[in-house]
């Protein structure tokens, strides 16, 4: 998907740019927004779909057929062995999946680039290297982890509410997929306010 969006990216820039003679410039285009922002962003939309609703569907079927009471009963603490585990399992994996979906967004743009614009894979990353801030990239991986949290406490907070019956955990799951996606973006909206206020 982030490979898409780069095309994307280079294709719908490029006829923008070409009107100014100023087409090279697509470079900064695609790395600002694949690193600040889209790579990021798509990645925890996906996951936010992915595992949030997985999270919502293991917790809730164990909350169906009364295995967290059970757990309760044995005096083990559901929230340590259900729920932190996976919240910190998604911190540690979401910024290395941010990662992987900034390489394929610039790839994708990259390549989409050279076909419409002959702009080689050379001069791409020369500018990519001398034009785009580190600061570009870590914005992004700095929003990584308070994605996977939220993500990952809505998924399994929305799988305990889960009540004794199939459509309750259906009613949730949906719930959960549908919350963790907008807290994401609220989430997004409030740090791109913050990096303008800081000046990052």
């Known amino acids: 998907m982030a490979f898409l969006i780069g095309v994307v990216l280079a294709f719908q820039g490029s006829a923008q740019l070409r009107q100014f003679g100023a ?26 779909g992915r595992s949030g609703s997985a999270f919502t569907a293991a917790i809730g079927s164990m909350k169906m057929r009364e295995e967290i009471d059970a757990m309760r009963t044995l ?22 999946l941010g990662l992987i979906a900034n390489v394929s967004g610039l790839f994708g743009g990259a ?29 992004g991986m700095i929003k990584a982890p308070f994605f996977a ?11 305990m509410k889960v009540g004794g019956d199939a ?19 609220v989430a997004d909206a409030l740090f791109s306010i913050f990096f303008a206020i800081v000046g990052v």
Request: aromatic share 6%.
């Open 75 to 96: 005096g083990l603490d559901p929230v340590a062995i259900l729920i932190l585990p996976r919240v910190l399992a998604l911190v540690l994996m979401l910024p290395a």
């Open 167 to 185: 459509e309750s955990l259906g009613r949730q799951t949906s719930a959960a997929v549908v919350m963790a996606i907008f807290m994401v973006i």
């Open 23 to 48: 087409e090279v410039f697509v470079v900064d285009l695609i790395a600002i927004s694949i690193l600040r922002e889209l790579g990021i962003l798509l990645t925890a939309i996906i996951v936010a």
């Open 149 to 159: 949290l939220i993500i990952g406490i809505i998924g399994c907070f929305q799988g």
């Open 111 to 139: 390549l989409m680039s050279w076909i419409e614009l002959d702009v080689s894979p050379a001069v791409f990353q020369a500018r990519l290297v001398s034009n785009t801030d580190v600061w570009h990239f870590n914005v």
